[in-house]
């Protein structure tokens, strides 16, 4: 747990979000401003800034953020689906802790803007 940090408080259950799927060390809960029909964020619990900061220790925790992530999205209807990391203020990142978004439910335009 990081002071400060939105997502370490989302998964200390000090600040509310809606829950999809919950384990002992990720948790995946809806965008708060969906970008489509599904859009949730997968995260893990122990805090990471962001990919740039993955240690070979998390590499594992990583991995199973995709499979969890792709498992949730078929349970909430979606099969074909977009996973996007930001990483840094250019990339669009605003939230300095790693956080998989899953985006589904509508055609989707490619290359992102
Ligand atoms: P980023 O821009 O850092 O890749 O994504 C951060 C995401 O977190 C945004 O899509 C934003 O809508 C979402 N978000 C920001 N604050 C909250 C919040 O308090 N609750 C939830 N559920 N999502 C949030
Ligand atoms: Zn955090």
Same mark, same amino acid.
């Given at each position: 747990? +990081? @002071?400060?940090?939105?997502?370490?408080?989302?998964?200390?259950?000090?600040?509310? @979000?809606?829950?999809?799927?919950?384990?002992? !060390?990720?948790?995946?809960?809806?965008?708060? %401003?969906?970008? %489509?029909?599904?859009?949730?964020?997968?995260?893990?619990?122990?805090?990471?800034?962001?990919? %740039?900061?993955?240690? =070979? !220790?998390? =590499?594992?925790?990583?991995?199973?953020?995709?499979?969890? #992530?792709?498992?949730? @999205?078929? !349970?909430? #209807?979606? +099969?074909?689906?977009?996973?996007?990391?930001?990483?840094?203020? !250019? %990339?669009?990142? +605003?939230?300095?802790?790693?956080?998989?978004?899953?985006?589904?439910?509508?055609?989707?335009?490619?290359?992102?803007?």
């Amino acid at each position: 747990m +990081t @002071a400060d940090c939105l997502f370490c408080k989302i998964s200390a259950g000090e600040i509310p @979000a809606e829950k999809l799927y919950e384990d002992d !060390e990720m948790l995946a809960f809806r965008d708060i %401003a969906p970008q %489509a029909p599904v859009h949730f964020l997968v995260i893990p619990k122990k805090h990471i800034q962001d990919p %740039a900061n993955v240690g =070979e !220790e998390d =590499e594992a925790l990583i991995g199973r953020m995709m499979r969890i #992530g792709s498992l949730v @999205a078929k !349970e909430n #209807g979606i +099969t074909d689906f977009r996973l996007i990391y930001n990483n840094g203020l !250019e %990339a669009g990142q +605003t939230v300095f802790h790693i956080h998989m978004h899953v985006l589904g439910g509508r055609s989707l335009t490619w290359p992102p803007g």
